[in-house]
């Protein structure tokens, strides 16, 4: 069965040599290290510490020492990321485990894409990986990314033959 964080991966594989990554949602901290481990410098937000702590714990086994870890909400990322960007994860929804409570949301997520996606580079990915749990924030965010003009290419990918699976959401910026 395809695991759709994986497939996420392979999709921000795509952008060869990338030079600044951000994931908008670090958790426990799985993505940061996929992240860490093919660009050169990683920038990782979330709002709880618990996060914070698991992400920091995860890198720290891994050696991983080109990841900035920032408590803060990813709507605010462009006061400590200056530079343009390659590649944004956002694995929406609550920590694994954690409370539930926590959690995306629909506002702030699309007020954090729109800076996203005026800082992303040529040839740059944003990837989000979306839950049915919250159908609301599902259907802002499709909405917001299906109405992109065209200098992006907009795909949903998702597994249609089994109930209420997550689906990823690819923002390609295909010219500047
Ligand atoms: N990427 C993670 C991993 O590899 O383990 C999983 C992320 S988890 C599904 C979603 C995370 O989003 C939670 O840890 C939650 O605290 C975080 N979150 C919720 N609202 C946020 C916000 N405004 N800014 C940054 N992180 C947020």
Redesign the pocket.
């Known amino acids: 069965m395809i695991n759709i964080v994986d497939l996420s991966h392979e999709i921000l594989k795509e952008f060869k040599n990338p030079n600044i990554a951000v994931?908008?949602?670090?958790?426990?901290?799985?993505?940061?290290l996929f992240l860490s481990n093919i660009a050169n410098e990683v920038y990782a937000?979330?709002?709880?510490d618990l996060?914070i702590e698991n992400t920091s714990e995860l890198l720290k086994n891994h050696h991983a020492n080109n990841v900035n870890i920032i408590k803060g909400?990813?709507?605010l990322f462009d006061k400590y990321v200056k530079e343009n960007i390659d590649l944004a994860?956002y694995?929406?929804?609550?920590?694994?485990k954690?409370n539930k409570a926590?959690?995306?949301?629909a506002n702030?997520v699309i007020s954090s894409l729109k800076k996203a996606i005026n800082k992303l580079n040529e040839n740059g990915i944003i990837v989000l990986v979306i839950y049915l749990h919250d159908m609301l924030e599902s259907n802002q965010i499709s909405d917001f990314a299906s109405r992109l003009d065209s200098k992006f290419d907009v795909m949903r990918i998702q597994v249609l033959n089994k109930k209420d699976s997550p689906y990823i959401i690819k923002i390609n910026k295909i010219k500047e």
């Open positions: 994931d908008m949602t670090c958790g426990n901290g799985f993505d940061t937000f979330d709002i709880q996060a909400s990813h709507d994860i694995n929406l929804g609550y920590l694994p954690g926590i959690r995306t949301e702030i």
